[in-house]
């Protein structure tokens, strides 16, 4: 039985949690228009495809940690179904705040719940999936998250993380580097009055590992017989897929 990474052993590479807190909280009530304007509203069908990668289906159990308004908990209850159970949970409230309304609109029972994906207060082997989608990157500590999601998640269940990554094409790579860099903080300023957040998601996009090198990391923390990912636009975003081995606890 594995026990939960220390202070010795993890990648303490994360931002701090109180500056992510507010900064997530000062966008909250823009945060979905901004995500479509920058995304075109790719992130949306990404979200979707993560889902179908899962293989969620009826009756299932997922926690969505990070969840933030909601939107990968909602596919994910679409996939599960009325005999399905999914919990949505994140630690700014004021991001939360507005998932269950949307949930609502769409006739789906949703729980949402305030936590951490540092500490997450349920049970192990609780759910068949675990997720995170754009949040791992702004975790204080990696490895206790991807610990974490892996001690709730039953023995060859699955957890999915949808995360920023780095295109390998060399002229695809220089186009998204600018965009990213120059357009988006420009976007996200625009629709939501907060240019440094974006600033900060931006650079904190560059500076996280990707693909095969995340996959190192996936693999390294002794959670998983399975870690393999699949990329989305040349690398602008990759989808991982775990399978969680026995006896993590």
Known sequence: MSEQPNSTTTNKTGPDAEYIKNLFGSISTTYDKANDVITLGMARQWRKQLVNWSDAREGQWVLDCATGTGDLAIEFKKAVGETGHVIGTDFCKEMLDVAPQKAAKQNL?????????????????????????????????????????????????????????????????????????????????????????????????????????????????????????????????????????????
Do not use: H
């Open 109 to 249: 029972k949703v729980d949402f719940e305030l936590a951490d994906v540092m500490a997450l207060d349920y049970p192990n082997d609780k759910f068949d999936i675990a997720s995170i989608a754009y949040g791992i990157r702004n975790v204080a500590d990696i490895d206790v998250a991807i610990f974490e999601m892996a001690r709730i998640t039953k023995p060859g269940g699955k957890v999915m993380i949808l995360e920023t990554g780095e295109v390998e094409n060399p002229m695809l790579q220089k186009a998204i580097r600018f965009y990213f860099k120059n357009i988006v903080p420009r976007l996200g300023g625009w629709v939501s009055g907060k240019r440094s957040a974006y600033e900060y998601l931006q650079s904190s996009s560059g500076r996280f590992p990707s693909g095969e090198e995340f996959c190192d990391v996936l693999r390294g923390s002794g959670q998983f017989v399975k870690a393999e990912f699949t990329s989305l636009m040349g690398g602008a975003s990759f989808i991982y897929k775990c399978t969680v081995k026995d006896s993590i606890k």
